[in-house]
């Protein structure tokens, strides 16, 4: 399954070399809930490989839109179980953040307005 969100970049931790054959590269994004700033979620992905320099072009406090797959696992220690998950980024676009100015008013010429009506030119 494929997802996208979009978020601010707040933690862009550096690439590791797991093993030998295995590299990683967490970061975070800050997703703003509209109704209240203090609910805002924190969400940590993982890029693997070679898409650890997909993070390369992109500051802290960028707004980013990450496209991810969510990925579980089982793992099992000592006959005991356990389960994790991780949100594997796959993609991260930049975006375009526009303040929307307010839109400057034309300016009007005298032969902008129309003539005054007369009384022959009433409706009524």
Not at 18 to 28: A, N
Not at 75 to 92: C, M, T
Not at 94 to 112: H, I, N, R, W, Y
């Amino acid at each position: 399954m494929n997802f996208e969100i979009t978020g601010k970049l707040i933690v862009k931790d550096e690439s590791q070399q797991v093993t030998e054959r295995f590299k990683k590269r967490d970061f975070v994004i800050e997703v703003e809930n509209e109704r209240n700033s203090e609910w805002n979620d924190f969400i940590k992905f993982q890029l693997t490989q070679d898409r650890c320099d997909l993070l390369e072009p992109i500051n802290e406090n960028e707004q980013i839109k990450v496209s991810f797959n969510i990925r579980g696992r089982k793992w099992e220690k000592d006959g005991k179980v356990n389960y994790f998950s991780n949100l594997e980024a796959w993609r991260i676009e930049k975006l375009q953040v526009t303040d929307s100015p307010v839109p400057e008013m034309p300016e009007f010429t005298a032969d902008d307005v129309p003539p005054a009506l007369s009384e022959d030119d009433l409706p009524f």
